[in-house]
């Protein structure tokens, strides 16, 4: 079965920085889009940033200034770095293999900045 383990996230102070990590098994990298969403006590689930089978990215534009997202097909692994972190960046973030719809989601992995 595809299993999705996110690593990296923490408390760090505004401005900090950290990089999370999504290892996928039971699926192949080179076939599927992926991408990390996150969701705040009390709000939605929303788009962080998406990465193509070949490589293109989309960023919110809340973040696409301070993250990028990689991701490494050999390794299967997915990365979010997250640079100048604020407090409004706080919440678990989902790494996501395939689509939102029919796709797969990690355990989350939860981000707090403090200011």
């Known amino acids: 079965q595809v299993q999705l383990v996110e690593s990296g996230g923490g408390l760090v102070q505004a401005g900090g920085s950290l990089r999370l990590s999504c290892v996928a098994s039971?699926?192949?990298?080179?076939?599927?889009?992926m991408g990390w969403y996150r969701q705040a006590p009390g709000k939605q689930r929303e788009l962080v940033a998406r990465?193509?089978?070949?490589?293109?990215?989309n960023y919110a534009d809340s973040v696409k200034d301070r993250f990028t997202i990689s991701r490494d097909n050999a390794k299967s692994t997915m990365y979010l770095q997250m640079n100048t972190l604020k407090p409004e960046d706080t919440a678990v973030y989902y790494c996501?293999?395939?689509?939102?719809?029919?796709?797969?989601w990690g355990q989350g992995t939860q981000v707090t900045v403090s200011s």
């Open positions: 039971g699926i192949t990298f080179t076939l599927n889009a």
């Open positions: 996501n293999v395939g689509n939102v719809v029919t796709g797969y």
């Open positions: 990465i193509s089978r070949l490589g293109g990215t």
